[in-house]
């Protein structure tokens, strides 16, 4: 799936079209790589996510946590996705929010619990900078943000090889 977005209202409303399409992933967490240039709207991104989930106001940018855990149980009471065709999020019970920028070496994620995270199929991770630990990255969706203009991106979604 491929969008441009003209303003943060439409990319929030991608965030929408992201859920609804995302089939969880068998035998682990669902994992999603936000690959794109500093100010290409992968925090933005994150921030609408969290809030389609259920989240208020929790997702700022910039960053200088590597990782933050949200627990989505609780919370989806608030969820913006409509909740009629989806009425648990897809089963999801944590969203973990990891921006890599700052990684220098895997061992920094290995350290931080990244298999337990990895493997437990409630989680939903979201990498910013997934680059950054290519090695440790399991087979994710890839959602490509491109700057096109003050307030232009491009969000490409990948859910898998064939899309
Ligand atoms: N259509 C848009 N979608 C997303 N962000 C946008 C858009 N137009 C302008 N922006 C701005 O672009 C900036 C993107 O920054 P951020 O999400 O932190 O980028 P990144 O995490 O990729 O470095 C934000 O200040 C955001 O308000
Ligand atoms: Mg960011």
């Not at 003209?6 to 790589?33: H, R």
């Not at 989930?53 to 949200?70: N, Y």
């Not at 994620?109 to 290519?134: A, Q, R, Y």
């Not at 090695?135 to 890839?142: D, E, R, V, W």
Request: net charge negative; charged share 25%; hydrophobic share 40%.
């Amino acid at each position: 799936m491929e969008f441009i977005s003209k303003n943060l209202t439409e990319t929030s409303k991608i965030t929408f079209d992201f859920i609804d399409n995302l089939k969880p992933a068998t035998g682990g967490a669902t994992v999603v790589g936000l690959y794109g240039d500093l100010g290409a709207g992968k925090t933005t991104f994150m921030k609408y996510l969290a809030e389609a989930l259920g989240l208020e106001e929790v997702i700022q940018s910039p960053t200088f946590v590597i990782m933050k855990f949200f627990n989505l149980a609780e919370q989806s009471e608030n969820a913006r996705f409509p909740k009629t065709e989806n009425p648990k999020i897809k089963g999801f019970q944590k969203l973990i929010h990891i921006d890599a920028y700052r990684i220098e070496e895997v061992n920094e994620m290995l350290v931080l619990g990244w298999d337990n995270i990895v493997s437990d199929p409630k989680n939903l991770v979201c990498v910013e900078w997934p680059e950054k630990i290519t090695s440790i990255m399991p087979p994710h969706i890839k959602i490509f943000f491109e700057h096109l203009s003050e307030n232009a991106r491009k969000i490409k979604i990948k859910f898998n090889e064939e899309n």
